[in-house]
């Protein structure tokens, strides 16, 4: 399952670092490999330093790296806490960042993580298989509420209020104990015709994953310490994969950039006026029809770029 992995906009997030032979490289997310692969081969005299959380990914990658160089080190933690590890490694400055986020096609296959609900597993979903939190502990222990509160904000789904009523009315019977049951009780919260175009499960699956792992209030600290140890001309890629992310992202990227509005009418302005960042393209990359037909998974990717100039 692993082999088959594809990693999103491999070649645009790659180029996009403009990555040279000594460049030092964080990749925040490593997952199974992919991109971290790509830069490795590209960096034979830099350094790579990788984050994750999942140590059946790390013990996958570290195999896949170590076939292309020595010059990397995996650090099993959430990339929240980058600064620190590498500052614990005397790594104070680098040349850039890169951020996959959202769940790895691997995760998703493993049907035992309980991320994916198309296969019946039992609720999981954490991406750090040490940590306590888990989705059967969302579901089953969490208020209409806060499950409502959660779906609506993390899903963005119109029947985030129906679909946690009727959650806590089936446990108040017996514990929801795995994914499918899970999504049998959500569809009978789902008027019929709201089912034709997408699975009714799906926001809600999301809503749940970012809450067990609280994927959203790790990205704008992590970003922020990329962008503080980014050398002039380094740069920061982010993939993002629904929009609250990529929203979320937008927003970071574009405060950086900006220009005050009281100096935005001047002919000349003074450079220790000028922003320190700038975007390396104005919207959001997308994948191409070709990558799309090779991997569906893709299709709701976007990666933005900034670089740091001066």
Do not use: W
């Not at 679909?163 to 009315?169: F, N, P, Q, R, S």
């Amino acid at each position: 399952m692993i082999e088959k992995h594809i990693s999103v906009l491999l070649n645009e997030s790659i180029s996009s670092l403009n990555l040279k032979e000594n460049s030092i490289i964080v990749d925040a997310t490593l997952g199974y490999g992919g991109h971290s692969s790509s830069i490795l081969d590209r960096i034979k005299k830099g350094y790579l330093f990788a984050f994750d959380q999942d140590s059946e990914a790390i013990r996958h990658s570290t195999d896949r790296l170590s076939k292309i160089g020595t010059n990397f080190t995996i650090i099993k933690s959430n990339f929240k806490n980058m600064k620190e590890e590498l500052n614990k490694r005397n790594i104070y400055k680098v040349d850039g960042v890169l951020f996959d986020l959202g769940v790895s096609s691997p995760q998703l296959d493993e049907k035992e993580r309980g991320f994916s609900f198309h296969e019946d597993a039992p609720l999981d979903m954490r991406m750090d298989r040490e940590q306590k939190l888990t989705a059967y502990d969302v579901v089953n222990t969490y208020s209409k509420e806060e499950l409502s509160k959660i779906f609506f904000k993390y899903g963005e789904d119109k029947f985030s209020n129906n679909i946690a009523k009727k959650i806590v009315e089936y446990r108040s019977t017996k514990p929801i104990e795995t994914t499918l049951e899970l999504v049998e009780i959500i569809k009978t919260a789902v008027p019929m015709k709201f089912r034709i175009d997408k699975h009714p499960a799906r926001q809600i699956f999301q809503a749940i994953r970012i809450e067990v792992n609280h994927e959203l209030d790790v990205i704008e600290p992590a970003i922020n310490q990329a962008l503080e140890m980014l050398n002039v001309g380094g740069r920061v890629a982010v993939i993002t994969f629904h929009s609250l992310e990529d929203r979320l992202v937008k927003n970071i990227f574009r405060e950086k950039c900006k220009i005050d509005e009281k100096l935005k009418g001047l002919p000349n302005i003074p450079e220790e006026y000028l922003p320190d960042f700038r975007l390396v393209e104005n919207k959001a990359i997308v994948p191409s029809e070709e990558e799309l037909k090779r991997n569906p998974r893709a299709r709701s990717s976007k990666l933005r770029v900034i670089e740091r100039i001066k």
